[in-house]
């Protein structure tokens, strides 16, 4: 296997700006990949979250074993290296193209050589290099590039994923609430504001429990983008604007506590309860939980949807007749105890599709009990 001194083992495609260098499998784990799940210093994030989804580990043998029988088919692995100063760079460079991985490390901290793509590749060589010690020496292609600023790093790799593998709709809207258009006033970034403080404030009763990433999490069965769609229905922009200028909060005053009062009027469905089940042929009893659709998308976004209506109605009691904004809101929401959340096929509450495609006929059903007394039979109700 050629071995290549650190001269003949550096390109610059543009000086300080982009190079390729070679970077032997084994040395590959010292490159660092900011994940959500992993706190990334440079990262202007609330609780300093990385960009990129967590790795999935099941697939890195398949991969690491086709690299180890086609090294020299291995695609660039895409590399910030976060620096400016053009002394540096041409310092780091040196580094990384001589493979001394722990002089740049450093000199500069474990973050500097961030992985914009191929953590994938990186996770299967590795895996590979464990068993073929040969595989762990081989120069891998390295493409570097220097002075990107975190919001443009984040948003090479956002371009990247979402125009090839997908990337999941919650990862990336996570990105760009929290990274590149953290600072932008526009709705979309108030909705995401919303969202952001319904999923992720301790005093919120949706507090870690919303999967933020899209990946799979099957206890976790609203991502952060079905959220925040929902959030954008319930507080389009000119019901935000009611809302400031009744100097109201809509998080605060108005998203939480109508959450919170959900989980109250429906204990059972928000928190989880089992049943007694007989096994007919065994007489064997057993716990099974019961389904319920409150928590799942359908759920959160016919209620949101309904949410509007209820704010909405919530703030004119307020402004035109001074009652108060949470006692009105609370009064709204009153009727909607009725409601039976229970994923059953002789439920006409549930009798709408999943997800999105369900919330019309859910909402509709929603809206008819809360403004006319009418449940899904049509039957009148206090």
């Not at 019901?239 to 005053?253: E, K, V």
């Amino acid at each position: 296997m050629t071995q290549f001194k650190s001269a003949d083992n550096i390109l610059w495609t543009t000086p300080n700006r982009e190079a390729v260098v070679g970077i032997k499998v084994k040395n590959l784990r010292d490159l660092f990949v900011s994940t959500y799940d992993t706190e990334d210093p440079d990262s202007p994030a609330p609780n300093k979250h990385g960009y990129q989804r967590n790795p999935d580990e099941k697939r890195f043998k398949q991969i690491g074993d086709y690299f180890a029988d086609n090294p020299y088919l291995v695609p660039p692995i895409l590399v910030s290296v976060r620096l400016d100063a053009d002394s540096d760079i041409r310092t780091a460079a040196d580094l990384l193209s001589s493979n001394n991985m722990k002089e740049l490390a450093k000199r500069y901290g474990r973050h500097i050589a961030s992985v914009i793509d191929g953590q994938h590749r990186i996770g299967g060589m590795l895996h590979a290099a464990k068993s073929d010690k040969d595989f762990a020496e081989f120069l891998v292609p390295v493409t570097l590039f220097f002075g990107l600023s975190f919001e443009a790093e984040a948003e090479v790799f956002n371009t990247i994923n979402s125009s090839q593998r997908k990337l999941p709709k919650a990862l990336i809207e996570v990105t760009r609430g929290d990274i590149s258009e953290r600072e932008e006033l526009t709705h979309a970034q108030v909705v995401r504001k919303i969202a952001f403080g319904i999923a992720r404030d301790k005093d919120s009763v949706w507090f870690d429990q919303i999967n933020m990433t899209g990946g799979r999490a099957p206890t976790q069965k609203v991502t952060y983008e079905g959220l925040r769609r929902s959030v954008a229905n319930m507080f389009p922009a000119n019901l935000l604007s009611r809302l400031r200028q009744a100097g109201l909060d809509p998080l605060n005053d108005a998203a939480k506590p109508f959450w919170g009062k959900i989980s109250e009027i429906f204990p059972d469905a928000w928190h989880g309860t089992n049943r007694t089940v007989t096994d007919p042929d065994t007489h064997e009893t057993r716990e099974e939980p019961v389904q319920y659709r409150l928590k799942e998308l359908v759920g959160v976004a016919s209620l949101s949807r309904l949410g509007q209506d209820i704010v909405s109605s919530s703030v004119e009691a307020y402004q035109e007749y001074g009652i108060d904004f949470n006692k009105a809101m609370s009064k709204k929401m009153s009727r909607l105890a009725h409601v039976d959340w229970e994923k059953a096929e002789t439920n006409p509450w549930m009798a709408s599709q999943a997800g999105f495609a369900g919330q019309a006929k859910l909402y509709g059903d929603l809206h008819r009990l809360v403004y006319e007394g009418v449940d899904p039979n049509g039957n009148q109700v206090q």
